[in-house]
């Protein structure tokens, strides 16, 4: 409890301080961008200590570029408006999100570091993320550095559409690396994910996800894909394909590298359906563990009924049984062939490393997405030119 005594200048408050911090602030936030704010440009800035966001921006086409924006109660950015541009900031150390988006269709995020966010501990599993948007459609992030937040690294929520998140490096995050959550309609590719937990992926009741050329590596499950019974009512979005029922999946050319958890989980019990409804596709990706222990099964999957979440301890079994994942590849060894060295988190091929032009052809959209020729085999994995970024 508190109370302010503006007539004297004085701030009363209900406990004893000794021995504590206390700290206070009079404004809510640096910048509210609105009314004739359009084609607004902020740069080079530091904003701390707001009560609430740094920088609101309720207006069409503003860019932010080069600023730094760390600890504010709330957000460093709100964003409720279309055509926004973030690019080079610092997001870090706010107290619920790095960057918070609502109804932000065609937002670009561009080579941000959006780290230690949710220092004032919002719930994880509702209202806390690095990078968090809803209702959005036309969504790209690219290149950024999402990494230590006490949440989701990269949350796409709520009937969000046409989502484009590549060439990310996503890591340590006390969340999900990226969440896909009742959306529609998304390319999430190219990114580097370790260190995560639950998982370094998750799509839940969320259709036509394509995950291509990700590196996996570390995560508690590295691929996380799940069906719940929560679907879309609102008949609009429902006409646009946004049913929150997880269908249309695509997993290629991606390395799942080791895990404490479950490599590729993908289980079907609340619908006790097959998982391959969840999953149509999945293949040319690899798996890689150091020991037939660590984990016992590369892939849960449902095979339908009371087969709901069967455990596969070889791909070839998984193949067999499924169909599914025949140009796959299976790596069980102490020596990890695949990375210059996982063990300081540099996930670049090494020479001869069998991921190196194991991957399929990528299909046109998502080449230009990643920033690579189309039609031609590529590397599983990341396909960024950089993805060793020094702790």
């Known amino acids: 409890m508190y109370y302010v005594d503006a007539a004297n200048k004085k701030l009363y408050i209900g406990s004893d301080p000794a021995g504590k911090t206390v700290e206070s602030t009079a404004k809510e936030s640096a910048f509210t961008v609105l009314n ?19 920088i609101s921006i309720r207006r069409p086409n503003i860019t932010l570029e080069n600023n730094t924006l760390t600890w504010n109660g709330l957000n460093g950015v709100l964003l409720t408006n279309t055509d926004a541009v973030l690019r080079g900031n ?20 561009e080579n941000n570091v959006v780290s230690y966010n949710n220092i004032e501990n919002f719930a994880k599993h509702w209202g806390s993320a690095g990078i968090k948007t809803i209702w959005t459609d036309g969504l790209v992030w690219r290149g950024n550095l999402v990494e230590n937040n006490n949440s989701i690294g990269m949350w796409i929520d ?7 998140v590549v060439n990310n490096v996503i890591r340590n995050n006390d969340g999900n690396g990226i969440s896909m959550e009742i959306s529609h309609k998304a390319i999430i590719a ?18 036509s996800a394509r995950i291509y050329n990700n590196t996996l590596a570390r995560n508690h499950a590295n691929l996380l894909i799940k069906e719940t019974p929560r679907n879309n009512t609102k008949l609009a ?10 269908r249309n999946t695509v997993v290629k050319n991606n390395i799942l590298w080791g895990s404490s958890g479950p490599t590729y989980f993908a289980p079907s019990c609340e619908l006790k359906e097959q998982s391959k409804q969840m999953i149509p596709v999945t293949n040319y990706n690899a798996y890689y563990r150091p020991a037939v222990a660590e984990p016992v099964n590369f892939v849960t999957w449902g095979l339908g009924g009371s087969q709901c979440s069967q455990g596969f301890r070889t791909l070839a079994s998984f193949v067999s049984a499924t169909g599914l994942e025949s ?9 990890d062939p695949f990375f210059v060295s996982a063990e300081t988190n540099d996930y670049r091929l090494k020479l001869g490393s069998p991921a190196i032009g194991r991957g399929e052809a990528l299909p046109a959209d998502i080449a230009h997405a990643i920033g690579v020729l189309s039609g031609r085999v590529v590397d599983l994995g990341a396909l960024q030119s950089q993805v060793f970024i020094a702790n």
């Open 190 to 207: 190219s990114n580097v994910i370790y260190g995560n937990a639950p998982a370094g992926i998750i799509v839940l009741n969320s259709s």
């Open 158 to 164: 709520e009937s969000t559409t046409n989502s484009t």
């Open 36 to 54: 004739n704010g359009s084609n607004t440009v902020i740069r080079g800035l530091g904003i701390t200590h707001y009560a609430d966001n740094a």
């Open 327 to 335: 140009n796959g590849l299976e790596v069980t060894n102490s020596t």
């Open 90 to 109: 610092i997001l870090s150390y706010n107290g619920r999100q790095g960057v918070a988006g609502v109804r932000a269709d065609r937002m670009l995020l």
């Open 237 to 246: 979005e429902i006409a646009e394909g946004i049913t929150w029922i997880t």
